[in-house]
């Protein structure tokens, strides 16, 4: 099915002529515009179209919803966003939360999930970091870096690091002080750089 779409002005994407789906599917239902009308429209948009592919997918009105228990309206909610688990815990979790928005605006209820570390409805919201691979650049590629700096500052910054060893945590805190006496009267090259725990703070 075609869309008809437009450039948006400002941010240059394109989008839809007239009302997306998920505003038509609010717009339908009062108990989902009280819901979202005080919240921010980037909320309102993501609360929506959750909302909205949870009552297609499950085949519920919001009002079918709403009129559920809270276990029967857990299961289904369970049911919806399990198998996001092992696609994006991130995805999950934010289609936990805009449900569980939702159901908890009828009568103060909310929905009765497991929270601790074991339950039936637990999953590890945490993502797992890769490790990173560790490059030391060799002396050719060191210059390559330093010549592709866009002004005398970062220039300078990058052959200092490289030619004394520091870290960038302690050029932060170098200052004028710490190489007056090597620059008057007369400039003792090299420039000597005494590095305590207070230019270093992990040292």
Known sequence: MSVNRMKDPETGRFVSKGPAAWQVFMSQHECVIE????????????????LMLFCEQIGVSPEQFLGLDRTRARDLVWKFVKP???ESASKTK???????????S?????????SRRGG?????SKKRKKAALEHVPNIP???????AATNLRDNTMLLVLFQS????NAICHLNFEHVKDQLYPEPKIPLRLRITDQIDTKL
């Not at 934010?94 to 928005?101: D, E, G, I, Q, R």
């Not at 039936?120 to 590890?124: E, G, I, R, S």
């Not at 060893?165 to 960038?168: D, F, M, S, T, V």
């Open 94 to 104: 934010n289609n936990l939360a805009a449900l569980k928005s939702f159901y908890r």
């Open 35 to 50: 819901w979202v009308e005080t919240r921010p429209l980037g909320t309102r948009k993501q609360y929506g179209r959750k």
């Open 120 to 124: 039936k409805h637990y999953f590890n």
């Open 106 to 114: 009828q009568d103060g209820e909310i929905l009765p999930f497991e």
């Open 165 to 168: 060893g520091i870290r960038e």
């Open 84 to 86: 996001f688990i092992m």
């Open 141 to 147: 590629e060191t210059y390559a870096i330093i010549d």
